[in-house]
């Protein structure tokens, strides 16, 4: 095996990269331990929500004495509860029959479509626009940030059970948003001035090659992208598969790419997804976390809130803290979205609000960067920022963090006390108000988006 060494770390063993995917899931070794029911549990939700694991998440990072209750085997493996009795017992029963192909397939994309495959907006609302015509595989939903889905970055080294972009993986072309036009974004962006932050996301884009990478941010260095400041790369990498910084053949050159863009005077934010701290547990994953670090690199992190995986204040104190020791910024506390599997991972907005609550309580004013609990909605990122009583009646206190539009930012708003709300629409204004201050803008917004995808 080859070996990479460095003076304040223990080597670190290069190892290939071995994935499973929904038809090999009865090859992993690991399962056959479990009862035959839970394994069959496992192929009826793969047939409908993508399955894909590799053998470091497998050996690292699952404690497999706790399974099924291990927050990484729930975060990465298909559970019962992951869809509603009656889909999976039509599921399961086409299985057990062993029906036709084509009938297992119809039954698939009709509970597929009940799922909410694109929430918030994504194919419509936030498509952007090239001389008259869309261009798919990028998002511009808030005036500073474009999001791009680079196509060789449509996949993830391993796949979240909770993932809000599921969509992306499970064969459906017309599910799916990805480009691979460099010469687009760099044109989109030349045109738009006001947007001076890059999100490339996915999918995970460090599932590309060094190569591919540089094709889409090298050009940002070029003088008329210069009002592009701010290159932000979404991944899960660090936690599934940190071997991409530290003994992959291009991890240099990954890194290079890091540090010229730094150089050229571009800040790199590294935004990694850490649902628990048992991700962050590994020697390989602390390097890597050096390694990007050391380029001048920023890594912010953020997770949404998951029943079964962290829905517990202590947990998320300590991977607080565990992040700001290694050098990272906390950076968001998610509510999971309105999408997929959501009645299995949903906690109510009260019960969010009081763990965030519970968990900023344990922990020194560095970790007190993360921000929510947040709902990435359709006309905004809209926090939780507590819960009070105003002339006799009990309220949310929410805001803005982000909006559609920028005067929405900042202003704080009041829904109506609901213990079992765990999303934006499920709330009422308070107050004698008959409506929320920004919902006439924003129907108004949509109006105008659709009549020019519509003439386009």
Request: some cysteine.
């Amino acid at each position: 095996m080859n070996q990479r060494v460095t003076l304040d770390t223990p080597a670190i063993e290069a190892r290939p990269f071995k994935v499973y995917t929904q038809r090999q899931l009865d090859k992993i070794q690991a399962l056959q331990q479990l009862p035959e029911d839970l394994r069959f549990d496992m192929q009826v939700v793969s047939q409908v929500l993508p399955f894909r694991v590799n053998d470091y998440v497998i050996d690292e990072l699952i404690d497999w004495s706790a399974v099924p209750n291990d927050p990484v085997f729930q975060l990465t493996f298909p559970q019962r509860g992951m869809l509603k009795p009656e889909h999976f017992e039509e599921v399961a029963e086409l299985l057990k029959r062993e029906a036709a192909a084509a009938e297992l397939k119809e039954a698939v994309d009709r509970i597929r479509a009940e799922l909410n495959p694109h929430p918030a907006g994504q194919m419509d609302m936030n498509l952007p626009m090239l001389n008259g015509q869309p261009l798919p595989g990028m998002q511009h939903k808030y005036q500073e940030t474009v999001l791009f889905f680079p196509s060789q970055g449509q996949v993830c080294h391993s796949y979240c059970t909770f993932c809000f972009r599921w969509a992306q993986f499970v064969g459906d072309k017309e599910l799916r948003f990805s480009s691979s036009e460099a010469e687009s974004l760099h044109a989109y962006l030349a045109e738009h001035q006001e947007v001076t932050d890059l999100l490339l996301t996915g999918g995970d884009p460090m599932v590309m090659k060094a190569k591919h990478l540089r094709m889409y941010l090298e050009g940002l260095m070029k003088p008329e992208l210069a009002h592009v400041q701010n290159i932000r790369i979404g991944s899960k990498s660090l936690s599934f598969w940190p071997y991409r910084f530290v003994t992959d053949d291009d991890a240099h050159e990954v890194l290079q790419l890091f540090r010229e863009l730094i150089a050229a005077g571009k800040h790199i934010a590294f935004m990694a997804h850490f649902n628990h701290w048992q991700e962050m547990d590994t020697d390989v994953c602390r390097e890597a976390v050096r390694r990007i670090r050391a380029t001048g690199a920023e890594i912010r992190t953020q997770a949404p809130l998951l029943k079964h995986i962290n829905d517990d204040a202590d947990q998320w104190a300590k991977m607080w803290k565990m992040q700001v020791q290694q050098g990272m910024i906390p950076y968001y506390m998610f509510v999971e979205r309105d999408t997929g599997a959501r009645h299995y991972f949903e906690v109510p907005l009260v019960r969010a609000w009081e763990i965030y609550r519970e968990a900023m309580q344990q922990v020194p004013g560095l970790c007190r960067t993360a921000r929510g609990p947040s709902m990435s909605a359709d006309p905004g990122k809209v926090e939780i920022q507590g819960i009070t009583e105003i002339k006799g009646e009990k309220v949310f206190v929410l805001r803005f963090i982000q909006g559609r539009k920028a005067d929405w930012v900042q202003r704080p708003f009041f829904a109506k006390y609901d213990e079992e709300a765990t999303w934006l629409n499920h709330l009422q204004p308070a107050l004698g108000e008959e409506s929320f201050f920004y919902e006439q803008e924003f129907a108004d917004l949509k109006q105008h988006k659709q009549a020019l995808i519509t003439k386009a």
